[in-house]
């Protein structure tokens, strides 16, 4: 953990600082793609100089493409989003957080969310418990749906094809909780779930560098980490469902129910 909060807090500094320039893009020669990139990448190339320091065996397997040789089938890897959230960060709107999840074998060991803006850290390490700011985390103890908030995320132009089912899915929920949420961090969806702020959450066409901490995190927590299609990785098929462990049942049935 202390170096995976290192590389955090190190590219935490220079997100934090393109998104102080985020108003002034109107009047920037670079466009808003070409910015967005550029933090990105500043981060991830941060974050990897860090993590090979402390660990040269450990393969990568990150959201934005660098040029770096392909080392994501090393047995030992790190799975990281340096920048989860990116509309919100080009909107100046300050929800977005950095990812990352160190893997073994298939299994994810450790799992660390930064959100810079709010100061704050979610991490877990596998069999220890889930944390921030020294507070264990737990899941929310909701039993029944009417009393709980669920997050998901929103299709949006250019991927809305790839979620078919999604306003089912959201027409079936919306009517059964006390409400929807969807906030454009899924990292940090997974986190307030292991936090107990969200009771639950689900998503279709995530990475796993947008899952895989908040899926330990969640676990660690005592809540529940299932796929939207029964039998698959709900890590690497990017398609997830979690909640506590109260109202897991309800909330699988209503989702599966509309595929």
Not at 12 to 39: H, I
Not at 157 to 183: C, E, T, Y
Not at 190 to 219: M, Q, T
Request: a neutral charge.
């Amino acid at each position: 953990m202390n170096v995976m909060f290192k590389a955090a807090s190190k590219a935490a500094k220079s997100l934090v600082r393109d998104f102080g320039e985020v108003e002034n893009l109107q009047v920037s020669r670079k466009g808003p793609g070409d910015f967005v990139s550029t933090a990105d990448l500043n981060a991830q190339n941060i974050i990897r100089e860090e993590l090979s320091k402390a660990r040269p065996e450990f393969g990568f397997l990150m959201e934005e493409k660098d040029g770096a040789p392909d080392t994501s089938a090393k047995p030992e890897r790190w799975i990281v989003d340096p920048l989860d959230g990116t509309t919100n960060f080009l909107h100046g709107i300050g929800h977005w957080a950095i990812s990352m999840a160190a893997e073994r074998n298939g299994e994810i060991i450790a799992g660390l969310i930064v959100d810079p803006i709010k100061n704050e850290s979610f991490w877990a390490e596998k069999g220890t418990g889930a944390y921030t700011d020294r507070k264990r985390l737990r899941v929310s103890g909701r039993k029944d749906l009417a009393d709980c908030v669920i997050g998901t995320g929103a299709p949006f132009k250019g991927v809305m094809h790839k979620r078919p089912n999604f306003s089912k899915q959201l027409a079936a929920v919306m009517p059964q909780v006390a409400g929807i949420r969807r906030m454009g961090a899924a990292a940090l969806d997974l986190a307030y779930v292991a936090a107990g702020r969200f009771d639950g959450f689900w998503e279709e066409g995530l990475g796993p560098w947008d899952s895989a901490a908040g899926s330990l995190l969640i676990k660690e927590a005592g809540g529940f980490v299932a796929p939207i299609v029964p039998k698959q990785d709900p890590i690497h098929s990017g398609s997830i469902i979690v909640s506590n462990i109260e109202i897991h049942d309800k909330l699988i049935a209503l989702i599966r129910g509309t595929a």
